[in-house]
């Protein structure tokens, strides 16, 4: 057993490696999201899916306009 864990001790640390990297990069993106963070890099005011990721703001957009839209 110990031939072959020196043997593959590289492909082991390879392997090892490119999971702790996968692992940090999901932790990231999942509390990037429950801060409400864009995943995207780029601002959400002129993405289609804006509404999608972002309900709470979408609300307050449609009471906002809805507020507007009464003012005039």
Do not use: P
Request: charged content about 25%.
């Amino acid at each position: 057993m110990t031939a072959w864990l020196t043997a593959n001790l590289a492909n082991i640390l390879l392997v090892a490696a490119l999971i702790l990297v996968v692992t940090l990069i999901l932790v990231k993106l999942v509390k990037d999201k429950k801060k409400g963070r864009s995943s995207c890099g780029c601002g959400c005011e002129h993405c289609a899916m804006r509404d999608a990721c972002h309900q709470k703001a979408a609300a307050e957009r449609k009471a906002y306009s809805k507020e507007r839209k009464d003012q005039v």
